[in-house]
């Protein structure tokens, strides 16, 4: 099993993708409280402080054990936390992995940054063979950055890139 630990920060132009325990906690529950761009993993957000820390504990526990990566998201020039975003599939054999996001509905256009450096991190680290993203529920400007990206559109809130 890879050990995920050296996989931080991670950069693109404008953002650093680090570990949830670097954000403060009021950072990630104000965004879980408030209208976001999510997939279906993101469904379930937790409404008071004390579960936030809990899920953000959960998660950490997910990316030391090597079952998925999970970074929060800041603009790296403002410090502006906008999100959460996630691979996952690391425990299947289908080779097929999942992008998962929770972002600020205000920096939407910062999305398609952050999940092509996300996409292309896990071409140049893993062997997955594609990688999916399904929405919550339908958004004609991600349904446009994720075609911009490549990505093809399977379902109706189901998106898929070959590797």
Known sequence: MTSFEKFHPVLTAHYTLDWLTQTPIKQVDALFNQPAISTTKADHLPTQILDTVKSINRVMQKVMNGAELTWGITNSDSQQ????????????????SNI?????????????????????FASDHFNFSS????????????????????????????????L
């Open 81 to 96: 936390f906008i999100g959460v975003i996630t691979i996952s599939g690391f425990e299947t054999t289908d080779q097929v």
């Open 100 to 120: 998962d996001f929770i972002i600020d509905q205000s920096a939407i256009n910062s999305s398609k940054e952050v999940i092509e450096r996300t996409v292309k």
């Open 131 to 162: 990688m999916q993203i399904e929405l919550a529920q339908k958004d004609d400007q991600m349904i446009q950055i994720l075609a911009g990206l490549g990505f093809s559109q399977i379902s109706p809130l189901t998106f898929t890139t070959p």
